[in-house]
């Protein structure tokens, strides 16, 4: 069989290792890019680090005894995922610099790839492993194009840049906001973070793995084994079965957790009512942070609540009518969560497209598989635990459960495989009722909630999560079997 697997970050790494690991030879990768790793290769901005324990943020199969933090930086990861291409040979399946720009699903049954250099291929299967936040949203603001200084999404980081004598602004108050404010505060110039929208802080300290434990992990393999359990049997208890339930003593844990650390770092009444949220802890996408009110209190820094009137040639203005210099802004605004595969065409069968299937919200089926599109699937595709569980956990348990399909097609069981229409209209109505029960409905304005105000995230516990990729339910697929 032939696969092609679009995307060379965590999941498409994950892919091909594990189709060679099966005895498939003809994998292709295909990359845009120059080099593996998704998200962590796109964003380098200063302080970026990943919001699950190290030991947890890591293939099952290539577990790491060198993380150097609970929590490890972004260039860490980074290198992690290359040191796992190099070995597995992901590296050498790959095209790089290629992107695939459409998708046909051709009568004959396989899929005609073509990517942007105007090389074509036909292939039996596609693992699309786009990822979910890759493509970066910028907010439109007036007089953007009269700034003189440098303006660049986070996720766009110049790093020929000397920030030490620079005023520099920073727009949005997320994850990414939080972890640069910690990283810059104090250390340049000036420092202004403008905010929308005040975040619950969830204080998480960072211990570093010191010289004897790291030694302790790599002579001890099963130690190793016994930590990553051990981390995602925590993360899913206190965390991720948390936030499905609005109601759940865990939910009120981590919400007075965030109220403490306000309380108590925060002196400064005024400052603490800026920075108080006023919604629940966790209806957003939860901010950790060890040092986040640390940081927005340090020298030549600002907090700045009022809203943004315009960019003018040196800086921002607010709606107050104030003028905030600045010779760096930065939008640290997220990105377009519902793209997915987009903007690839993607067709399939009776030249259905997947831009006229998605015209409302993008839609799969256990986030894996669309009607109409056979042997065409998706890691963390659309409705999936993105932001509750750890991304790579999920992936390795999506793709437990597309190999088994995938050996339905290369057994000559079948030929096309793709999701029953019914099913993924059932599947689709119980977990919008499902979702109306979690945290992210409580009152809030986040990137998780579609345009109906629906969180797209996966609704439920993370055992109902491993219950249903642990084999799939084949009366809720399309199988069509050689005629």
């Known amino acids: ?61 290539e577990l790491n005894p060198q993380w150097s933090h609970l929590f490890s930086p972004g260039d860490e990861i980074q290198k992690y995922f290359e040191s796992v291409s190099s070995k597995y040979g ?74 030490d004598n620079a005023r520099v602004g920073v727009i949005g108050t997320g994850s990414t906001a939080t972890q640069i404010t910690s990283a810059l505060a104090g250390n340049v110039a000036h420092f202004d973070l403008f905010q929308r929208t005040a975040q619950w802080i969830l204080p998480q300290e960072n211990p570093a793995y010191d010289e004897s434990q790291r030694a302790a992990f790599a002579d001890d393999p099963k130690s190793l084994e016994d930590i990553h359990q051990q981390f995602s049997t925590i ?39 800026s920075l108080r949220p006023d919604y629940v802890a966790a209806c957003k996408r939860l901010v950790v942070s060890p040092d986040f009110y640390e940081a927005i209190q340090r020298p030549r820094t600002s907090l700045v609540t009022s809203g943004i009137d315009r960019i003018e040639k040196n800086g921002i203005r607010t709606v107050d009518g104030v003028l905030h210099e600045l010779d760096v802004i930065v939008f640290a605004t997220g990105f377009q969560a519902d793209a997915f595969m987009r903007p690839m065409n993607v067709i399939g ?11 409302d919200r993008p839609n799969a089926y256990l986030s894996i598989s669309i009607p109409e599109f056979p042997n065409l699937f998706m890691l963390n595709g659309p409705n999936g635990p993105v932001g509750n569980f750890s991304l790579i956990e999920v992936a390795e348990l999506q793709f437990d459960y597309i190999f088994q399909l995938i050996q339905c097609l290369d057994s000559g069981d079948a030929t096309e495989v793709s999701a029953d229409p019914a099913a993924t209209r059932s599947f689709e109505a119980d977990r919008v009722e499902a979702a109306k029960s979690t945290v992210w409905v409580t009152g809030c304005r986040s990137w998780y909630l579609d345009d109906r105000g629906i969180p797209s995230a996966w609704p439920w516990k993370f055992s109902r999560f491993q219950e249903e990729m642990a084999a799939p339910n084949m009366d809720h697929w399309d199988v069509r079997s050689p005629t």
């Open 90 to 163: 992901v590296e050498e399946m790959t095209r790089f610099g290629d992107e695939v720009i459409e998708c046909e699903w051709l009568e004959r049954g396989c899929w005609q790839i073509r990517t942007r250099s105007g090389h074509d291929a036909e292939v039996d299967v596609i693992i699309a492993a786009t990822g979910v936040l890759h493509h970066p949203s910028k907010p439109e603001i007036e007089g953007m194009d009269d700034f003189g200084g440098s303006m660049f999404h986070s996720a766009r980081w110049d790093h020929d840049l000397d920030l």
């Open 349 to 359: 069968r009776n030249g259905i497209e997947l831009a006229e299937v998605w015209t």
């Open 235 to 273: 993360f899913a208890e206190g965390f991720a079965d948390a936030v499905v339930d609005a109601d759940s003593p865990q939910i009120h844990l981590i919400a007075d957790a965030c109220l403490s650390n306000l309380e108590e770092n925060v002196p400064d009444g005024e400052l603490k009512e």
């Open 1 to 61: 069989m032939r696969f092609a697997v679009i995307g060379a970050g965590m999941a498409g790494i994950l892919s091909a290792v594990k189709l060679r690991e099966a005895g498939f030879d003809e994998v292709t990768v295909y990359e845009k890019a120059d080099r593996v790793g998704g998200t962590w290769r796109e964003n380098r901005y200063p302080g970026v680090a990943c919001d699950v324990p190290s030991h947890l943020y890591s293939y099952s199969f």
